[in-house]
């Protein structure tokens, strides 16, 4: 028998965790997916974040995201930014060039016209930097109390790079982690923003468009970057636990290597968080070969995006039960498990 | 001075008539577009369903909806049935092969899971059906209250039919108008399961995938075939008098060769609305060739989606102002409105 809250949508469903990847896998995947979807890896049926098909002779990359952050406005970002860098960052990881997006807004009656505005402009800008096309839209109303302000879905269309070749089943043993900076920035704002806690540090998201730097680290590296993947919803933690699921081998982390905000960390410690699931929107994880790590770091510690880049640890031989293991600052070992997916709704 | 109402959207900004049009026009096209979407017609930049770029040698079409539809269930289909259909209904008549599709969730807390898993079946079942894939997605879920039950986003990637020629440019005097059935099923049927109307006859959703009907057509007469359209949110006086304004030339339509259900129309009449007005999820208005028309027609007729297609106006010589002209069943002439938006919310 079903627990009764198994009969109903919980928040913790959109977390990111454990329980996203269920409902997913159980219940989505079986219904709508015929043979189209990527091909099911060692650990089970492997999640991108971005589809590839074929058109003409060119790979072709689709994403989709929605977007129902909440407060739509924050320290570093608002929903517009976010979903143009979101839509961006997800082809970016799989290796495509953004190419075109498609931007669908669902207004609640009654949203101010200068706040759609001023999203608006946002996405304008955003998009301009970073030289991608909104070339189709949608907008619905519904009633007031129907919606929250508003959602926004974009879809990204790219073109995959030559020579990228990124994929779960090209992670080896020895193979290095590199984290372009710290980690749990767009979480806590978010949270803060929302409980209205006036830290003393103020906190900023990390929102922002990861294209450029990718490229360049594929450019110089193409195939000895192995898989790459952004950090968002379940943090860190949820990205590493889906590496070792899908690939059945175990990484080992160095927790001192990982960067973070001394003042998302405290923030994180007041309320009890752990940081390594909180939601990042303008970092990146890259698993590349070890002759190629270095190599990797300088070229993004150049980059304005990438200042803080960290090896944070390696792919380690397969054991039966393949985990993400932390080795903490005083030589102790965890592991560091999937969230479960409750921490953080509407954080993106 | 603006007046209050002109700086908070409106229900009527969703509703696919004129509101619908100066947002769309006035407040997001000259924030988020560059000179990257469709080039304006000589009516006004020409709003396209889908927008076209290359990709390698492919002419690629990407379309986005968001369905917010109310109830989520209703005579004829359901929300899921609804966005993969209208999806490749927006590819088809830009004369696309639909490849892929995204589909987006925005699910509330407490939703119950049977009706998120016959959405699914629903989506499944119709994507199959019509020989498309869902390649990737992605769920998010909001509080109790803060969405109402279920949102759907559906973005499809097609690639352009060979032999395919559409657009407002293609469009001549002497043109004929072929509406592909009945018009105002989807929409009445909606509100009266909403507004919980028993009529003596049950009224049913039109909702359809069209891309064969459409395929067929194309195939046979290709580059014959100017311009369609499918007449959703705004009805068939939307999509007439988006066709006056892009291309500036009038269009005269025979009220008594366009096909009505009876019971349509009586709920039509019964509620004051102009089943003009009322949107369609299954039927496609087609620009064509004098000399195709009639060959359109049966190739319509032939399908069983087309059963009731008819020749129902023409395209005549530009005049100073342009208007879509009805010829009254008794001869009388009348001007076929833009609609202002504000009769149908959430029908899609």
Redesign the interface.
């Given at each position: 028998m079903q627990a009764p809250t198994?009969?109903?949508?919980?928040?913790?469903?959109?977390?990111g965790g454990q329980l996203?990847e269920e409902?997913?896998r159980q219940?989505?995947l079986p219904?709508?997916?015929?043979e189209?979807?990527p091909a099911p890896g060692p650990g089970g049926r492997a999640l991108?974040?971005?589809?590839t098909?074929k058109?003409?002779?060119?790979w072709?990359c689709?994403?989709?995201?929605?977007?129902?952050v909440k407060p739509l406005f924050f320290p570093g970002g608002d929903i517009g930014k976010l979903a143009i860098c979101g839509t961006i960052n997800d082809l970016a990881v799989v290796g495509a060039r953004p190419?075109?997006l498609?931007?669908?807004?669902?207004?609640?009656?009654?949203?101010?016209?200068?706040s759609?505005?001023r999203v608006?402009?946002s996405?304008?800008r955003t998009?301009?930097a970073n030289g991608v096309?909104?070339?189709?839209?949608?907008?619905?109303?519904?009633?007031a109390?129907?919606?929250?302000g508003l959602?926004i879905?974009t879809?990204g269309?790219g073109?995959k790079r030559q020579g990228a070749d990124l994929g779960f089943d090209r992670v080896v043993p020895g193979d290095r982690i590199i984290l372009s900076g710290t980690i749990g920035d767009h979480g806590m704002t978010i949270l803060s923003q929302r409980q209205d806690i006036g830290f003393q540090t103020p906190l900023q998201s990390d929102c922002a468009a990861l294209a450029e730097v990718i490229g360049q680290v594929l450019d110089a590296c193409g195939g000895q970057i192995r898989f790459m993947r952004d950090p968002t919803r379940g943090g860190l933690a949820a990205t590493l636990n889906e590496i070792v699921r899908a690939t059945g081998r175990s990484i080992e982390i160095e927790e001192g290597q990982v960067p973070v905000n001394p003042a998302v960390r405290a923030a994180a410690d007041m309320l009890g968080l752990d940081v390594f699931n909180v939601a990042n929107e303008g970092k990146f994880v890259a698993v590349v070969a070890a002759e190629v790590a270095d190599r990797c770091l300088d070229l993004c510690r150049r980059h304005p995006l990438g200042g803080q880049a960290a090896i944070i640890g390696q792919v380690k031989a397969g054991v039966q039960v393949p985990v993400v293991e932390l080795v903490t600052r005083i030589g102790g070992r965890r592991i560091m498990q999937m969230p479960y997916g409750r921490d953080l709704?509407?954080i993106c």
């Open positions: 198994d009969n109903k949508i919980l928040l913790a469903h959109g977390g996203s409902l997913i219940v989505i219904r709508i997916a015929g189209v979807l991108h974040d971005a589809a098909f058109v003409g002779s060119e072709v689709m994403t989709t995201d929605s977007y129902v190419v075109a498609s931007l669908a807004l669902i207004v609640e009656e009654g949203f101010p016209m200068a759609l505005e608006l402009d996405i304008g998009a301009a096309s909104v070339v189709t839209g949608d907008t619905k109303t519904v009633e109390g129907s919606a929250d959602f879905n879809t269309v073109v709704p509407r």
